[in-house]
């Protein structure tokens, strides 16, 4: 399979992440956080530039794009720590709606008007739900906890783009872990030159760009329907958790104390690791889904099927 984006799907993100970059940098978090997590002007330049509609159909109005580049844009969402719930209502509510033949909220959604959160059996919790507010360890998330049933292709959108958005956290914190190496010196030099930094940097590097075809291979395989995608998405949800916690507890220690201190941006990265790893499934639960595939009857095993 060949996991090379085309120049449209990358001109895509590339411009989610400048939007992002202009109007949703540390500064904003900082003001949600002290002045409440959402803002109207966010949600409405979300909506302006069309991002509630990117998997709404043309016929409703919408742009009509795939899972794949939902996956790509969740991912810049988790590069910007994008306070306000858009993956939620656009990349999970959206497609699992027209899964299901219902198509009366997409104009609502549209323009911006309507918000949609889904709680699972094994994710009660949800974004800008009705009903009291729970305290999340991510100051940035609003939740409020639902009752949900046991949708298999629910659980599997929500977790892939839970994964998709754990390696733009990733990317981030590497960068910023990369930037304070650069300018912390110490023995009259960065401490990024030190050679023990350098690897620890390095690994996360690796975990990161390991992770990502898997997630784009999960989107891919929920998108084109395989009977697997379950297994596909089980694996980038591993993957993208593993990376991303390795990533943020490295960044910490590059940091040094600092790395736990309110005055450093890193702890908002570091939060929404900690609050999307244990989201849509644990690490153990997705861990069980790919034991129960391999030791079972679920997947062929063998070099015949691996490069075939």
Known sequence: MDFRFSEDQLALAESVREFLADTHGPQVLRHLDKDGPRDPNIWQGLVDM?????????????????????ALIAAECGRACLAEPLVDTAFVAVPWLLAKGETGQFAAILA???????PHAINPW???????????????????????????????LAALMSAAQLVGLADAMLAQAIEYAKIRTQFGQPI????????????????????????????????????????????A?????????????????VHGAMGYT???????????????????????????????AVLGDMLELGPQATFA
Request: charged letters at 20%; aromatic letters at 6%; a negative charge.
């Open 50 to 70: 069309g991002l509630t509609g990117l998997m709404v159909p043309e016929e409703f109005g919408g742009l009509g794009l795939r899972l794949v580049e939902a």
């Open 112 to 118: 911006g008007v309507c918000r949609i959160p889904l």
């Open 126 to 156: 949800v974004a800008d739900g009705d009903g009291a507010h729970l305290k999340s360890v991510d100051p940035l998330r609003i939740l409020t906890k639902g009752t949900g049933g046991d949708d298999p292709h629910l659980l599997d």
């Open 192 to 235: 990024g030159a030190f050679q023990g930094l350098k690897h620890q940097l390095a690994s996360c590097a690796v975990a990161i760009e390991f992770a990502k075809p898997v997630v784009w291979r999960a989107a891919q395989a929920l998108q084109d329907e395989v009977p697997t995608r379950s297994i596909h998405v089980s694996h």
């Open 237 to 253: 949800k591993v993957a993208a958790t593993d990376a991303a916690t390795l990533t943020a507890e490295t960044a910490i220690q």
């Open 262 to 292: 309110y005055e450093v941006d890193l702890h908002f990265w570091m939060k929404r690791t900690w609050a999307l790893s244990g989201a849509w499934g644990s690490r153990a639960f997705h861990l069980n889904r790919i034991d129960n």
